[in-house]
């Protein structure tokens, strides 16, 4: 399964859009952490809790997306977009939401 943040797969033709996929994944973060999280964003550091975070949610997100299209069975997902919140603001929780397009390919 291919999934692309682009809107076509170079040398294959899109020879049916399927649907629209998405898929969603919410990443709780250690509350302890976080402090030191905010600290770091004052003094300009990164934040590993915070990265780790993202990055788990992204991934279970495109896991999601892929098993969706699966569904459908495509054999692509294109037009991939990720959106990112912080519900409450204070980096308790990571959401991410992935979309894309479900086609088949030849």
């Known amino acids: ?15 049916a859009y399927l649907d629209i996929v998405s898929a969603e994944s919410v990443q709780g973060v250690n509350v302890i952490r976080d402090m030191f999280a905010g600290m770091r964003d004052f003094f300009g550091g990164r ?5 780790r975070a993202l990055k788990e949610a992204r991934v279970q997100a495109t896991e999601e997306l892929r098993e969706r299209a699966r569904a459908l069975q495509a054999d692509a997902v ?5 959106e990112i919140s912080m519900p ?3 980096g308790g929780m990571v ?3 992935a979309t894309g397009t479900a086609v088949k390919l030849r």
């Open 1 to 15: 399964m291919i999934i692309s943040t682009t809107q076509s797969i170079e040398g294959r033709q899109i020879t």
């Open 88 to 90: 409450g603001g204070k």
């Open 47 to 51: 934040s590993q809790t915070l990265e």
């Open 78 to 82: 294109v037009g991939v977009d990720f």
């Open 95 to 97: 959401v991410v939401f």
